[in-house]
DNA sequence: GTGGTAACTGTAAGCGCTTACATTTGATTT
DNA sequence: AAATCAAATGTAAGCGCTTACAGTTACCAC
């Protein structure tokens, strides 16, 4: 046992297989180029030194990585899960890896995160809606990655990154005008941060335009903002409910604010939709698994994903320009959203 | 507008700046070593510039990349966030970049995933569960890259990889004996799949041992595998309830399938707990959402995390040997579990 | 056998960065 | 003002890999 204790090197391979270090990478990227038998014992050597290429090495010199990079503000929770999973099956049909990095929400981790990946040797990047600085793009633009936003659409700025998504405002709008037309004319709105997530703002937006549509002030509107999550949900459907005039329809910005809004409602001995009516966003698994199921509003997820994948390997390969492209939503009606009753 | 289009270098910056590389190297790594002059000088050339390193060129020359890999089963859901949320965290506060992988379940692909993170320089790894091929050991550890396990506990083979998890055997046997002392005799257990799963394996074996504990027979056990969905647990459920004699309690391996059987259950037009109890395990914030809230096993998600995190850095800093720990868990008695009623 | 060609394989020049070591600069001391 | 030494900066050698280009072989047609 006088095994040779460090690292493999190509050179390590080449050596044992008695062939040139020129060889050795040949076999590992174009192995047709190489005569059967030679390949054969490179194998060999690589087999029993166990040897793995080292990826900076590489990507340096070769100039890309085969992979994309995504850059999400969470994994807390499915909303981004999806999509994701969408994304990466279709780079791995084209040999791409998928790296993800999460910011919690916050735009200077973000930032911080894109640079990484980018300097990661990342050939393109996935981002999660338009909000961010400009700098970035620059930055993005400089460093000739190619990025693609998703879950949100800009049809306005020709400038910017082109995105795959949808109108987060059209599709609020037309739950919201459902809801009004359901004969609601109190309407809550419970939303997450809007600060650095348009999403968010343009859902309000939506439910804004919907009330101006019907005649309805959207000053009327009562609105509570809240960070993300099932507590958050519960918490600000308390504050809504208290409110007057007391709302008959709660709009939730996302499904899981609606799901602990749908929470507080049964512990405030609220019938919904009876009492109450509660609507989400995204139609994730878990708006079918509450009691009742959950009025939301559908989002294309692994389209998107797909898509906005297929865009990206697209452009990477030359093959087509990057280019936009607006999904569609659709309203899913379950069981938390009926005319407003008594009371 | 005769822009120099190539992306700008080291040597771009130095030039800029009227230094050398090695003092440019100086101030992004280790600012003090260099006069505020010059400094204030270079980090003008990398703004004017936009520069950005390298990171292949980086990690080649220096040999540590500052970054961790975990590779988990799924994104689909809440099960690995939360842990993995605390590890990002406890890496973040260290100056260490996390990059997550999911393999979907899929053995060969977590070996891809695995290895792709290790060429890619992960300094360290974040492993789920045990069970993989010996030969994935080995490369980690000719590769010199240290990985700690997660999620499980393996106490009886000192060779393998460190853990930092909790007995999955040991905390279902406490559940199941507990479900057994309030009096029920027929229990069912959804499982999620046990090839490639330590952690659904050893809390199958929970239940069994908990069974011959209190003098009843493993093989009276109603068992049903399932991959992993609320979907596929509402199936289960319903398949699990047509058996004779019909399970009083119905044990699901994670709070997922508990889910989906719960709304099974609802489906049926069955009261739980009346006619029914149902437990889950993981304690995900879906638990308390549910209605009746969820009876279920809390696992100590941000701990594990947390602790994984430290015990890799403290490895990597050359503070401390990488060792196992063992985090204890909790039964969580919410409504979900009584006694067997009626019928 | 020869010359020509195709198929392999080897040589060596980087890729962009870090860092040991050498050199220069500028205080400080005497 | 010379000597001393610490601080600042520069020089240059790689890190492990890819790839253009050059050199070898092997095989065919003549």
Chains 1, 2 share one sequence.
């Not at 460093?143 to 949100?152: F, I, L």
């Not at 609105?223 to 008959?248: C, H, I, L, N, W």
Request: charged fraction near 20%; proline fraction near 6%; aromatic fraction near 4%.
């Amino acid at each position: 046992m006088v095994e040779e204790t460090a690292i493999p090197t190509l050179a390590d391979v080449a050596a044992r297989a008695g062939v040139s270090t020129a060889t050795v990478s040949r076999v590992l990227n174009s192995p047709d180029k190489v005569a059967p038998k030679t390949r054969e014992r490179v194998a060999r050597a690589v087999a029993d030194l166990g040897y793995s290429p080292n990826f900076g090495a590489r990507v340096m010199a070769a100039r890309q990585t085969k992979t994309v990079g995504a850059v999400i503000p969470t994994m807390e929770n499915a909303i981004f899960a999806k999509g994701l999973q969408a994304f990466q099956e279709a780079l791995h049909e084209y040999g791409y890896t998928l790296l993800v990095a999460s910011t919690g929400y916050d735009a200077e981790v973000e930032d911080a995160q894109i640079r990484a990946l980018v300097a990661r040797g990342a050939d393109a990047l996935l981002l999660i809606g338009h909000s961010r600085g400009r700098g970035l793009y620059d930055f993005l633009a400089r460093q000739e990655v190619p990025a693609v936003v998703t879950w949100a659409v800009r049809p306005d700025d020709a400038g910017a990154v082109p995105s795959i998504g949808f109108d987060n405002r059209q599709a609020m709008r037309e739950l919201a005008g459902h809801v009004i037309g359901l004969g609601h004319r109190h309407l809550a709105l419970i939303s997450a941060e809007i600060a650095q997530n348009d999403r968010a703002a343009e859902r309000r937006a939506g439910v804004r335009a919907a009330l101006a549509d019907k005649g309805l002030s959207p000053d009327a509107l009562i609105y509570v903002e809240t960070p993300y999550g099932f507590d958050e949900g519960s918490v600000a459907f308390a504050q809504v409910m208290a409110k007057r005039p007391r709302p008959t329809a709660v709009l939730c910005g996302n499904d899981v604010l609606a799901a602990g809004a749908l929470r507080q409602a049964r512990a405030m001995g609220l019938d919904v939709p009876g009492e109450v009516s509660i609507t989400g966003f995204d139609d994730i698994d878990l708006a079918q698994i509450l009691h009742p199921p959950l009025t939301t509003v559908r989002v294309p997820h692994r389209d998107m994903g797909r898509q906005a994948a297929l865009a990206l390997i697209g452009h990477l390969t030359g093959a087509a320009p990057l280019s936009s492209a607006t999904l569609d939503t659709s309203i899913v009606l379950r069981d938390t959203l009926a005319p407003p009753g008594h009371t």
